[in-house]
C-alpha cells in the first residue's frame, strides 16, 4: 500500500512539472512571437497571486503576465500585509554583487580606525552627489573603502580619474579633490584597470554615482547618509 502511494505521489508530481513546464513554454512562445524585446525571457517563475506569473529579461528587469502571456503589467508588487515591495526585493536580490568576487586589484583603499568593516564605491570624480557623499563619508570610523574609479559623466571624467589613479598616494589625491576640491595633477601610467571598471560596472548595470557594495553583496544606489551608511555596515556583520 505504502509502494502505491508513494508512485501515485511521484506520478501527480511528475504531471505538475510536466504542466508547469509546458505553461512556462506557452508564456516564452507568445509573449517572444508578440513582443520583440521578450524573445529573450531568461526566468519565469509563480508570484503570490494565483495566475499571475514573474517574467524577467536583461538580468534584473522584471514583467507579469497571465498564464496565456496575454496580458504584460510592470511595475512594483506591493505586499499590503506585510507593506513590503515584493518587485523592489526581488531586483535588490537579482543585482546584489558578491563583495569577494570584486577586482580589488583594479581599486584603491582608504582606512579608517581598524579598517574592520568593508565597503566599496563605484564613484565619478565629476559627480556632485558623490563629493557630497565623501565628505558626509569622513564621519564613518574603522572601515575599508575600496574606491573604483568609475568615470561614466564625461570626458573630463576619464581624465582626472586617469590623474588620480596615477598619482603616488592615490587615497590622498582623492579627497583632497572630492572633500576639499583641489585638483589632482597631471600624471601618467597604465589606466588599465578604469576600462575595467567600466566593463565590470555596465555588467552589474551601474548605472549611476556614487553606487555603494557592502560585504553582504547590498548595493545601495545613491548619496545615502553617514547614518545610513553605518546602518548597513553593521548589518553586513551579522
Not at 529579461?57 to 496575454?70: L, P, R, S
Amino acid at each position: 500500500m505504502k509502494k502505491m502511494m508513494k508512485t501515485a505521489l511521484l506520478g501527480c508530481t511528475l504531471l505538475l512539472a510536466v504542466g508547469a513546464s509546458a505553461q512556462e513554454a506557452t508564456l516564452r512562445k507568445n509573449l517572444g512571437e508578440r513582443l520583440p524585446q521578450l524573445q529573450k525571457i531568461e526566468e519565469v517563475s509563480k508570484t503570490p497571486i494565483p495566475g499571475l506569473f514573474e517574467v524577467r529579461v536583461n538580468g534584473t528587469d522584471i514583467f507579469y503576465t497571465d498564464a496565456e502571456g496575454n496580458y504584460l503589467l510592470q511595475g512594483n508588487l506591493i505586499d499590503t500585509r506585510q507593506r513590503r515591495n515584493l518587485t523592489e526585493e526581488r531586483i535588490d536580490k537579482l543585482s546584489a554583487i558578491a563583495f569577494d568576487a570584486l577586482p580589488f586589484k583594479d581599486a584603491f583603499t582608504i582606512v579608517r580606525g581598524n579598517g574592520k568593516r568593508k565597503l566599496a564605491v563605484f564613484e565619478d570624480p565629476n559627480c556632485g552627489y558623490c563629493k557630497r557623499f565623501e565628505r558626509d563619508l569622513q564621519k564613518v570610523d574603522n572601515v575599508t573603502v575600496y574606491m573604483f574609479l568609475y568615470p561614466i559623466l564625461s570626458a573630463d571624467s576619464n581624465d582626472k580619474s586617469k590623474n588620480i589613479w596615477c598619482a603616488k598616494d592615490k587615497g590622498k589625491t582623492w579627497q583632497d579633490w572630492m572633500v576639499r576640491d583641489k585638483p589632482a595633477a597631471a600624471a601618467t601610467c597604465d589606466t588599465a584597470a578604469i576600462a575595467r571598471n567600466l566593463e565590470i560596472g555596465h555588467k552589474h548595470k551601474i548605472n549611476g554615482t556614487p553606487t555603494l557594495i557592502f560585504a553582504d553583496g547590498t548595493r545601495v544606489p545613491g548619496a545615502i547618509a553617514s547614518a545610513q551608511v553605518e546602518k548597513y555596515l553593521t548589518e553586513a556583520q551579522n
